[in-house]
């Protein structure tokens, strides 16, 4: 299978010096706001990504730890990321919902992975694995968000 253009350009920027953070921002322009978390993909294979979310006031809450609506967003961008560099040509992707629990308190970095089983794409309802994990790799957020995937309309 060979590699779409989102995976060819995270390939090629991570290859230079900053080339993370400068993807990062190409990925933050296309939906304006991720910015609002100052994302960081770390990680972006077929089937899986990883986003960095810096502890920082911006994206805390009232208590002081990162806020969980800042980490579903960190994990809808690594989903639409690894969406977007693994699904086949033939189809296409819609985020339907997402389900998640808060399991332990997020006061550290954060980094939000979304995996696809497998890389494995079918029509209809698919599963999207994600999960928030702090700096000593405890899940903070644990989950799934639901896609709608079908085929694309012949042109």
């Known amino acids: 299978m060979s590699q779409n253009y989102v995976l060819k350009l995270y390939n090629k920027l991570t290859k230079l010096p900053l080339g993370n953070k400068m993807f990062s921002m190409f990925a933050a322009r296309k939906a304006p706001y991720f910015k609002t978390v100052s994302p960081v993909i770390s990680k972006l294979v077929p089937g899986e990504c990883h986003c960095l ?18 980490i579903c967003n960190g994990l809808e961008m690594a989903m639409g990321f690894m969406a977007e560099a693994s699904i086949p ?67």
């Open 53 to 70: 979310i810096k502890k920082k006031r911006a994206v805390e809450n009232h208590i002081g730890t990162v806020h969980v609506i800042a």
């Open 89 to 155: 040509k033939h189809l296409r992707w819609i985020p339907k919902g997402m389900q998640v629990d808060y399991t332990a308190k997020a006061d550290s970095n954060i980094r939000c992975v979304a995996v696809l089983p497998d890389n494995h794409w079918q029509e209809g309802d698919v599963f999207v694995e994600i999960n928030a994990y702090d700096d000593n790799d405890v899940v903070v957020v644990k989950g799934h968000i639901k896609l709608w995937v079908s085929a694309k309309k012949a042109k």
